[in-house]
């Protein structure tokens, strides 16, 4: 019965047959120098023998920062392996003191150390391209068929080994955050179930968990997804004692009934499948149980995708990280300068340009400081996108966010966009639209992140009130990074710019509200092809209004019907303004659609400048 996928089976190292005469002539010579009480269990009692068998020590797996370890493990009454990956970062002498998260990586059935090297570089990639925090990944040893439980008749304490041996071990021996907001659990097939056991057993020690690809998640293990009745009855047998009853105990769906409400209150849990994957059927039900128990969590399904652990981590993409970014926060590169500090270098009622290195890409932003500013309290922060042909300066303008930043208190970011021009017909990569930063596959996303770890150093920033808006490719833009970046905004106000991917998959819920014309042409409210830029001829497709709402309504689990209002003294120029709410959404969240009856394409109450068309 195969959890692991191919690219985390281990092939087994067979034993030698060793002559009885010469076994015999072994034992009495550890009963003659040792005495009798030598050995704690009689020679020939089952569970010394099958305890003797168990591979609690794995080859070493070399690999770029990559190395084996062991520790004396009290449960297991043996020396115990694992594989420990360290970023660079562990060993940068200005981190010398500082403590870094941990990621327990659960594998799949058949040992997983031929996985080993390909999960640690996936890690590295994402670390050095700052898509994710550094943190140190622990591959656990959890034997090729140990499901990460405790075995019933004693021969492998194995849950016991991880959480009471292993995590205290490596909080012992390495620089970590020493607590539940400094772990995480995740792991494919066998492991994605091991991550949702040990999750919803201990959610006091594990901040996130991370079930992907899970198998067994069946209510009774009588055949497996990806076996037959006889393998999956070997595995009863040999783990859970061949009661059902006891694999029902033990499994991650009555654990999650037990401790939902633990649960439910500080862990952040997701769920991700291929659609081609055989366990597919049990881990849309498992989804379903959660949902049931009102456990939060994300369902995300990849089409096309089969039981495949690196083909789930490369379909995912950089979705992956955005998860991991939640569970352990995104604190600067460099430690942040004191807001004292950073006083002098900023003049409320003044803009100031900022310029970062994302990649290869050299990236600018223009950050206005609002009159009033007091760097000793925290700030909430506006993000505004252009249009597809516009830049920050034309947006300042035409948004006109600059006055009513001084009104109400709040630092406003204009990003630049990337053209073939320096500062002209500069767009963002929204997902299908537009232009020179989709063609050209701009990372806007790590853009914007590693834009707002750079306004942090400067200006004391509120990181819980982030909010972004933009015009047009701008909203399109605005609504990726709630997707995508949902860990960094609270809220975000698209305007003319529908939804530029088919879905959302934020790890957090965040509040929309849309602005859009009845009449854009540009954006067609119902979808469709657009009229394009009159610079570029370029015509994209867009999805509808009502399509972006949607996928918002579910993610964010709005479940009231909506309520619709229409707006006084809004029939001007023929035009009137009608604002539906779809409420009742996870930590209070809304949706709001405000409908402009004749509107175009432009910010209400302005006309749009020809290059942010």
């Given at each position: 019965?195969?959890?692991?996928?191919?690219?985390?089976?281990?092939?087994?190292?067979?034993?030698?047959?060793?002559?009885?005469?010469?076994?015999?002539?072994l034992?009495?010579?550890?009963?003659?120098?040792?005495?009798?009480?030598?050995?704690?269990?009689?020679v020939?009692?089952?569970?010394?023998?099958?305890?003797?068998k168990?591979?609690?020590?794995?080859?070493?797996i070399?690999?770029?920062?990559?190395?084996?370890?062991?520790?004396?493990?009290?449960?297991?009454?043996?020396?115990?392996s694992?594989?420990?990956?360290?970023?660079?970062?562990?060993?940068?002498?200005?981190?010398?003191?500082?403590?870094?998260?941990?990621?327990?990586?659960?594998?799949?059935?058949?040992?997983?150390?031929?996985?080993?090297?390909?999960?640690a570089?996936?890690?590295?990639?994402?670390?050095?391209?700052?898509?994710?925090?550094?943190?140190?990944?622990?591959?656990?040893?959890?034997?090729?068929?140990?499901?990460?439980?405790?075995?019933?008749?004693?021969?492998?304490?194995?849950?016991?080994?991880?959480v009471?041996?292993l995590?205290?071990?490596?909080?012992?021996?390495?620089?970590?955050?020493?607590?539940?907001?400094?772990?995480m659990?995740?792991?494919?097939?066998?492991?994605?179930?091991?991550?949702?056991?040990?999750g919803?057993?201990?959610?006091?020690?594990?901040?996130?968990?991370?079930?992907?690809?899970?198998?067994?998640?069946?209510?009774?293990?009588?055949?497996?997804?990806?076996?037959?009745?006889?393998?999956?009855?070997?595995?009863?047998?040999k783990?859970?004692?061949?009661?059902?009853?006891?694999?029902?105990?033990?499994?991650?769906?009555?654990?999650?009934?037990?401790?939902?409400?633990?649960?439910?209150?500080?862990?952040?849990?997701?769920?991700?499948?291929?659609?081609?994957?055989?366990?597919?059927?049990?881990?849309?039900?498992?989804?379903?149980?959660?949902?049931?128990l009102?456990?939060?969590?994300?369902?995300?399904?990849?089409?096309?995708?089969?039981?495949?652990?690196?083909?789930?981590?490369?379909?995912?993409?950089?979705?992956?990280?955005?998860?991991?970014?939640a569970a352990?926060?995104?604190?600067?590169?460099?430690?942040?300068k004191?807001?004292?500090a950073?006083?002098?270098?900023?003049?409320?009622?003044?803009?100031?340009?900022?310029?970062?290195?994302?990649?290869?890409?050299?990236?600018?932003?223009?950050?206005?400081?609002?009159?009033?500013?007091?760097?000793?309290?925290?700030?909430?922060?506006?993000?505004?996108?252009?249009?597809?042909?516009?830049?920050?300066?034309?947006?300042?303008?035409?948004?006109?966010?600059?006055?009513?930043?001084?009104?109400?208190?709040?630092?406003?970011?204009?990003?630049?966009?990337?053209?073939?021009l320096?500062?002209?017909?500069?767009?963002?990569?929204g997902?299908?639209?537009?232009?020179?930063?989709?063609?050209?596959?701009?990372?806007?996303?790590?853009?914007?992140?590693?834009?707002?770890?750079?306004?942090?150093?400067?200006?004391n920033?509120?990181?819980?009130?982030?909010?972004?808006?933009?015009?047009?490719?701008?909203?399109?833009?605005?609504?990726?990074?709630?997707?995508?970046?949902?860990?960094?905004?609270?809220?975000?106000?698209?305007?003319?710019?529908?939804?530029?991917t088919?879905?959302?998959?934020?790890?957090?819920?965040?509040?929309?509200?849309?602005?859009?014309?009845?009449?854009?042409?540009?954006?067609?409210?119902?979808?469709?092809?657009?009229?394009?830029?009159?610079?570029?001829?370029?015509?994209?497709?867009?999805?509808?209004?009502?399509?972006?709402?949607?996928?918002?309504?579910?993610?964010?689990?709005?479940?009231?019907?909506?309520?619709?209002?229409?707006?006084?003294?809004?029939?001007?120029?023929?035009?009137?303004v009608?604002?539906?709410?779809?409420?009742?959404?996870?930590?209070?969240?809304?949706?709001?659609?405000i409908?402009?009856?004749?509107?175009?394409?432009?910010?209400?109450?302005?006309?749009?400048?020809?290059?942010m068309?």
């Amino acid at each position: 019965m195969q959890y692991g996928g191919s690219a985390f089976v281990e092939t087994r190292m067979e034993i030698p047959h060793m002559d009885p005469a010469r076994v015999l002539a072994l034992l009495l010579c550890v009963l003659g120098c040792f005495g009798p009480g030598a050995l704690a269990q009689p020679v020939d009692d089952p569970r010394a023998q099958a305890s003797a068998k168990i591979q609690w020590v794995t080859p070493e797996i070399k690999a770029p920062r990559v190395s084996l370890h062991t520790f004396d493990s009290a449960a297991a009454k043996a020396k115990v392996s694992y594989h420990l990956y360290t970023p660079a970062a562990y060993a940068a002498p200005e981190n010398k003191d500082r403590r870094f998260p941990v990621v327990y990586w659960l594998h799949g059935s058949g040992g997983g150390g031929a996985g080993i090297a390909k999960v640690a570089a996936h890690f590295d990639a994402a670390i050095e391209a700052g898509k994710t925090p550094p943190c140190l990944v622990v591959f656990v040893n959890g034997l090729v068929e140990g499901m990460y439980v405790d075995w019933k008749d004693g021969t492998a304490p194995l849950e016991t080994v991880i959480v009471k041996d292993l995590v205290p071990h490596v909080d012992a021996s390495y620089r970590t955050i020493a607590a539940r907001e400094g772990r995480m659990l995740d792991g494919f097939s066998m492991g994605g179930y091991g991550s949702a056991r040990l999750g919803f057993k201990y959610p006091e020690m594990f901040r996130a968990v991370s079930i992907v690809g899970a198998g067994p998640m069946q209510a009774e293990l009588i055949q497996a997804p990806r076996a037959g009745r006889k393998r999956a009855a070997e595995v009863l047998a040999k783990v859970y004692g061949g009661d059902q009853a006891y694999f029902r105990a033990v499994s991650p769906r009555v654990l999650a009934e037990q401790n939902a409400e633990a649960i439910a209150k500080g862990s952040l849990v997701r769920m991700v499948i291929g659609d081609k994957d055989e366990t597919f059927a049990p881990n849309k039900d498992f989804h379903e149980h959660l949902e049931r128990l009102k456990i939060p969590h994300t369902w995300t399904v990849l089409p096309g995708i089969e039981h495949d652990p690196m083909g789930v981590l490369s379909a995912m993409g950089d979705d992956n990280w955005a998860f991991y970014r939640a569970a352990f926060g995104e604190p600067p590169a460099t430690p942040a300068k004191p807001a004292e500090a950073a006083k002098p270098a900023l003049a409320p009622g003044k803009a100031i340009t900022r310029a970062i290195k994302v990649g290869t890409l050299d990236r600018r932003s223009l950050v206005y400081i609002p009159r009033g500013y007091d760097a000793a309290r925290p700030t909430p922060v506006v993000v505004v996108f252009h249009g597809g042909g516009g830049n920050p300066e034309t947006m300042v303008s035409f948004s006109g966010l600059n006055d009513k930043a001084d009104e109400a208190g709040f630092i406003v970011v204009y990003p630049y966009g990337t053209g073939r021009l320096p500062n002209r017909l500069l767009t963002f990569n929204g997902g299908n639209c537009c232009g020179y930063a989709m063609d050209n596959n701009i990372d806007d996303v790590g853009f914007t992140r590693a834009m707002l770890d750079d306004l942090a150093t400067v200006a004391n920033v509120d990181a819980n009130r982030v909010y972004a808006t933009g015009m047009s490719n701008g909203g399109i833009m605005a609504y990726r990074v709630a997707s995508e970046l949902a860990d960094r905004f609270a809220a975000i106000a698209p305007v003319g710019g529908p939804m530029g991917t088919e879905t959302c998959k934020p790890t957090r819920p965040v509040a929309i509200m849309h602005f859009h014309g009845t009449a854009d042409a540009n954006a067609p409210f119902n979808g469709g092809q657009g009229v394009g830029h009159p610079l570029t001829n370029v015509r994209p497709v867009f999805l509808s209004v009502q399509h972006s709402l949607d996928q918002w309504i579910k993610a964010n689990g709005c479940g009231q019907p909506p309520e619709i209002v229409q707006l006084p003294d809004s029939a001007a120029d023929g035009m009137t303004v009608k604002r539906t709410t779809w409420g009742g959404g996870k930590d209070g969240t809304e949706v709001v659609l405000i409908e402009i009856t004749g509107g175009g394409h432009t910010w209400p109450g302005r006309e749009p400048p020809l290059e942010m068309l």
